[in-house]
């Protein structure tokens, strides 16, 4: 009877190991854990993106910005604003008429400069100081920060951004059409705030 509990007891200490290796979980206590990720990413747009950046200022302004109240002392704040501003030609309003080519000559019309983009670098900017806020902390910094990207534009054109991208856009495209062959280029631009037809 002791040789049969054997056998019994035996066989089944087997089969529940050859059951755990079989549904893997018969690991070793010094094996690695393991993670898996699943993702399902959907691209929901492609757009092309024409714009040729040829111009990028960094700019940094310090700004008191005020929240005028009726009842209460005016709340202030002193902000150190660090942005960025970029100057580019949209190339998707380049069309087949903007370029003449005649024998070893060829000119090119591109699209008046623009302004692509202008940005706060919010974690390069700081709030230095705040006074009288009175619950209205989170209103007046938001006010503050979207005043700050106005002048960064202002700033930006008086700066010339737009004639540096005019000077660039040259310098970018005539070594470009001299090697392909051409011994006389002539770039030259719409006017700044014009409108193509």
Not at 49 to 65: A, P, Q, S, W
Not at 140 to 148: M, R, T, V
Request: aromatic share 8%; with cysteine; glycine share 6%.
């Amino acid at each position: 009877m002791t040789r049969n509990f054997l056998k019994i007891v035996s066989g089944i200490l087997i089969g529940i190991a050859i059951t755990l290796f079989l549904t893997g979980k018969f690991k070793s206590t010094s094996s690695p854990e393991e993670t898996i990720t699943n993702h399902q990413e959907i691209v929901e747009k492609i757009e092309a993106i024409g714009k040729l950046e040829l111009v990028r200022l960094n700019l940094r302004d310090v700004m008191e910005h005020q929240l005028v109240r009726q009842w209460l002392p005016n709340a202030t704040a002193v902000l150190i604003i660090h942005g960025e501003a970029t100057g580019c030609i949209d190339l998707e309003k380049l069309k087949s008429e903007d370029i003449f080519i005649s024998k070893d000559s060829i000119s090119l019309r591109l699209p008046a400069p623009e302004i692509c983009y202008i940005k706060v670098d919010h974690e390069k900017s700081k709030v230095y100081e705040t006074s009288n806020t009175f619950l209205s902390a989170s209103k007046l910094i938001d006010s503050a920060y979207a005043e700050a990207e106005k002048q960064l534009r202002k700033t930006a054109l008086n700066t010339g951004i737009l004639e540096q991208t005019k000077t660039n856009g040259i310098t970018f495209f005539q070594p470009f059409l001299s090697s392909l062959g051409f011994n006389h280029t002539y770039i030259y631009f719409d006017d700044i705030g014009g409108k193509r037809e």
